[in-house]
Structure formats: C-alpha cells, structure tokens
T-cell receptor, first 111, second 119 residues
Framework: EDQVTQSPEALRLQEGESSSLNCSYT??????LFWYRQDPGKGPEFLFTLYSAGEEKEKERLKATLTKKESFLHITAPKPEDSATYLC????????????FGKGTSLLVTP | GAVVSQHPSRVICKSGTSVKIECRSL??????MFWYRQFPKQSLMLMATSNEGSKATYEQGVEKDKFLINHASLTLSTLTVTSAHPEDSSFYIC???????????????FGPGTRLTVL
C-alpha cells in the first residue's frame, strides 16, 4: 500500500536558522514525488516534482532532494514569510495521477 | 500559467440544501480533474477523479449520490453537494492535470479551495 509519512509534524525556527523537513514513502514504482506549500485557508501551491533518486531541485531558499526511500525539503536561512504547511505527495497507484498526501509539516519561522 | 480557479470561495448554507462548486482551469485544458476534501488540521483526502466526458470515479467511502461530479468540458468540473448536512462542512479543493507547456504531464495544479459551512 502506498504510504507517505512526513516529519516533524511541526517545526519552529528562528529567522535564518536552516533546517530540513522529511518525507518518507513506500510505493511500488515511483511516478514522481511532489512538494507543495499550503497557507491557511488556501489551496496547495506547487513547489517541486522529483522523479528519480539523486535528483535535486531548488527554488529560492528551498531545495528538495530524493532518495529511494525519502525526500528532504531543505530550508536555508528561512524568513517569516516561509511559514506555512509543507505537504509531500505521491501519485496514487489506484487512482491514476491523484495524489496521496502526507499529513504535512507546519513550519513557523519567527523573527 | 497553470491557474485553477474555484467558485465560490466560501459558502454557508442550511442543512438539507444543495451547493454547487465550480472548478476551472484558466490557461490549459484539463483532461483530468480531482476533488479533495480537507478537514481542520488534516491533510487532503481524495474524493473522486473525473475525466472530461466520463463518469467520475469515487474513492471508497465517498457517496456518489451525495457528491455529484460533472466534467462536461476540458476547462470546467463541478461538484454538487446534495442535501448537505453539518458533517459535510469542510474545505473542498479541486486540482487539474493536463498538457501545459514547460510542465511534465502528470503535474497537478490546485484551486484556492471552497470553504463549505452547513448550519
């Protein structure tokens, strides 16, 4: 059964304090691993898609990496505006390309 | 590119009434649209998958007679919550997948969500 597990559930950082969020997954044949950002009361905002182990993608202060069992979202020198819930997802094996989401990591960056 | 809109953004209705939520892909043709539901402090849960011109495929536990989905065109899908009850109160989010220049085919783009409150 496809599974996505994110940790930690919540993370509080001071501005400038770098850290990483974890997404571990089990799937029979990965068809992409997706990272989204979700602000309260809004839909998820697409960040990255990773397809194969060793792949890395960057956007501003965020870098996503992928291994055969997990993905990391590294946040370098975060700012308060990076505060959000970060969601990891993989395509559902039974529902075409619908996504199975992890429970997310709620990130709070304080000044 | 890759803009998905939803309307309305927020709706409050009385128990027993029906509510229609629209999901539109504004700058690409969405061959597939997905409907998700998100309860407070929880992640998104897939409700159904709809392909243009076909009947929707519902996830286990989702009542197809209660949550009517229509995907009549490549840019519009609608979700109708029939005879809504307070337990249907939730955040409903659609996503769209299709061919968009510069993006792999299986990328999904999400709408801003619709907050439904049933009194």
């Amino acid at each position: 059964e496809d599974q996505v597990t994110q940790s930690p559930e919540a993370l509080r950082l001071q501005e400038g304090e770098s850290s990483s969020l974890n997404c571990s997954y089990t799937v029979s044949g990965l068809r992409g691993l997706f990272w989204y950002r979700q602000d309260p009361g809004k839909g998820p905002e697409f960040l990255f898609t990773l397809y194969s182990a060793g792949e890395e993608k960057e956007k501003e202060r965020l870098k996503a990496t992928l291994t055969k069992k997990e993905s990391f979202l590294h946040i370098t020198a975060p700012k308060p505006e990076d505060s959000a819930t970060y969601l990891c997802a993989i395509p559902n094996s039974n529902s075409g390309y619908a996504l199975n989401f992890g429970k997310g990591t709620s990130l709070l960056v304080t000044p | 590119g890759a803009v998905v809109s939803q309307h309305p953004s927020r709706v409050i209705c009385k128990s027993g009434t029906s509510v229609k939520i629209e999901c539109r892909s504004l700058d690409f043709q969405a061959t597939t649209m997905f409907w998700y539901r998100q309860f407070p402090k929880q992640s998104l849960m897939l409700m159904a998958t709809s392909n243009e011109g076909s009947k929707a495929t519902y996830e286990q536990g989702v009542e197809k007679d209660k949550f009517l989905i229509n995907h009549a065109s490549l840019t519009l899908s609608t979700l109708t919550v029939t005879s809504a009850h307070p337990e249907d109160s939730s955040f409903y989010i659609c996503s769209a997948r299709g061919e968009l220049a510069g993006y792999p085919y299986n990328e999904q783009f999400f709408g801003p969500g619709t907050r439904l409150t049933v009194l």
